[in-house]
């Protein structure tokens, strides 16, 4: 068998085994290193507690997905995983860790714990056949394909897939075998189960974690030096041990996540400002709210961005740039209260028809076109400030139009920019923006699901997936198979929401909600049914 044949054959093995299994939770964390950038954990035991076996295999989606199973021939590529000796009721992680050597400068290992280590063995001869098998102090270890090594010893399978960088594919045996001794010797004041916020996402006991250590990934990105920026130089302490953390349960009809945003130690403290206002809600009143496809609402601290300048050392630098138009940072700001929204109405993907001449003849050809409205709004702080920043600011650049300002994007579209004295307005409908200011749309009702997260936080966005796909023409695509492939999507999705921005535990607490349109079935069946649909439709001709 090819190599990178065998490479496919051993990651699809893993990912069937992190969908298809139900779990405990073993302590794997303990292999993955404290400089790990991005780290992916897959709760098994608690997806096992959450969806009980019997309601899975009684389910509609579980039998249709079954007979598909069967037809493409997977019954027996399952009945050689469950013979692999894997321990498919535990936890399994996949990290990344920077490193040059290898292609994208990252190197990627995946923890699998094993119940039977000779079953393992067994199977690595049988559907890797050839490939050699050598003895390292207490583990083997073994190359299936290219770029993957596998070591493995009595409870533990590590996975490592990292294809060489230039220059370095002559040391490729020497260095992934250093690699593989690396991953199996973390020493325990060296791994990441010492990091509190890694601490607490494990705690959580999500079916799905994920951490990404962004402070990090910024870190390889500059060399860890400091940053200009118009002659101000960051030092690199600005953004370390920033970090995001994500966890996620499927349950029945929808995904939940929770999500935090940690800012680096160094500006930790100059966020109390951050995180304890809501949304102004006569902004949000103000709205249209008729065909609302997507909103995203926010408040955003005038004092907290001054406190947050002056931690990184920004604050003096912009007052000083500030000083030649005779402005200064603290004019700058209290133009604004911080509150602010985006929203689009009435979102349509279709096709149309469009006759042109061309040496004489009348052409006609189709075209795809996207139609919305899109608006966004500020609430105005002091009123004669924002009136100075705007004539030199928009007055430079976009043409008087009564009271306000338009800036002519084609010839059929336009931005409107309209203010009075509380809020500035700015959309590709004059009606809207001239609406929002004269309160036209405070008595209309905004739809269940945006008012519930948008009054209610400091940070919300709300996309109706459901009511804006059902506007996209399926007849956009010319090919069948793509046709069909949109058709399938809009019966997945409802809506979803990301709201929160609350500052609670150092850290900027976010809700995440997939909604699916079927709220009988457990979200991760109709993922995956979702899956062998798409499957299904490929095969269908192009043309």
């Known amino acids: 068998m090819h190599r990178k044949g065998r490479s496919s054959i051993l990651l699809c093995v893993v990912l069937i085994l992190v969908l298809g299994a139900c779990s405990r939770v073993p302590d794997n964390a303990k292999y993955i290193p404290a400089d790990a950038t991005a780290v992916a954990g897959i709760n098994l035991r608690s997806l096992s507690k959450k969806i009980a076996w019997n309601l899975i295999t009684g389910s509609k989606l579980y039998k249709e997905m079954q007979k598909r199973m069967s037809a493409q021939g997977s019954a027996d590529a399952m009945k050689g995983i469950e013979n692999a000796g894997i321990d498919v009721s535990n936890t399994f992680y996949i990290y990344t860790r920077s490193d040059t050597r290898f292609a994208g400068g990252n190197l990627m290992v995946a923890l699998v714990p094993l119940a039977d280590a000779g079953r393992w063995e067994a199977y690595v001869k049988q559907v890797f056949d050839g490939t050699p098998i050598q003895v390292r102090q207490d583990r083997k270890e073994a190359a299936p394909g290219e770029g993957m090594y596998v070591g493995w010893t009595n409870d533990l399978l590590i996975i490592i897939n990292g294809t060489m960088a230039e220059g370095s594919e002559n040391d490729a045996a020497q260095l992934i075998a250093a690699e593989m001794a690396r991953a199996f010797m973390v020493p325990s004041g060296s791994n990441i189960v010492g990091n509190s916020r890694f601490a607490a996402l494990a705690k959580g006991g999500y079916d799905l974690s994920f951490w990404l250590n962004y402070g990090s990934l910024i870190t390889d990105l500059t060399g860890d030096v400091s ?5 101000v130089s960051l030092s690199s302490a600005v953004w370390r041990d920033a970090v995001l953390t994500a966890g996620f349960d499927f ?3 929808k995904i939940s996540g929770a999500v935090n945003y940690y800012l680096p130690a160094q500006v930790e403290e100059a966020t109390k400002d951050f995180g304890t206002v809501r949304t102004d809600k006569d902004l949000l009143d103000r709205l249209p709210k ?4 997507m909103l995203v609402s926010m408040h955003i ?8 300048l002056e931690k990184v050392g920004l604050f003096g630098p912009a007052n000083v740039g500030l000083t030649t138009q005779g402005l200064d940072m603290d004019y700058v700001l209290g133009a604004f209260t911080g509150d602010m929204v985006i929203a689009m109405n009435n979102f349509s993907l279709r096709t149309e028809t469009l006759k042109e001449d061309f040496m004489g003849q009348e052409v006609a050809y189709r075209r795809q ?9 500020v609430k105005i702080g002091n009123p004669d400030n924002f009136a100075r920043l705007l004539e030199m600011t928009a007055g430079t650049q976009m043409q008087r139009s009564g009271s306000g300002y338009v800036f002519p994007l084609t010839t059929d579209d336009s931005l409107h920019l309209q203010m009075s004295r509380e809020y500035a307005v ?19 009702k905004m739809p269940r699901e945006a ?3 948008a ?3 400091p940070f919300a966005i709300c996309v109706d997936i459901k009511q804006m796909l059902g506007k996209v023409d399926p007849a956009i695509s010319s090919s069948p198979r793509d046709s069909a492939i949109i058709a399938e999507s809009k019966k997945l999705l409802d809506n979803v929401t990301l709201y929160g921005g609350n500052y609670i535990d150092n850290a900027y607490k976010f809700d995440l909600e997939i909604n699916f349109a079927d709220k009988d079935e457990n979200s991760i069946l109709e993922l995956i049914d979702f899956g062998m649909r798409m499957n299904d439709l490929s095969n269908i001709p192009d043309r």
Do not use: C, F, Q
């Open 301 to 308: 601290s005038p004092a907290g961005v001054k406190t947050l």
């Open 369 to 377: 076109r996207a139609t919305m409205n899109m608006t966004y709004a």
């Open 227 to 231: 940053v200009d920026l118009n002659g």
């Open 251 to 253: 349950k029945k009809g």
């Open 426 to 444: 700015m959309s590709n409908r004059h009606e809207y923006a001239e609406g929002i200011l004269d309160g036209r749309y405070k008595g209309d």
């Open 455 to 457: 009054y209610d936080n």
């Open 290 to 293: 008729k065909d609302l496809d």
């Open 451 to 453: 008012a519930d997260k």
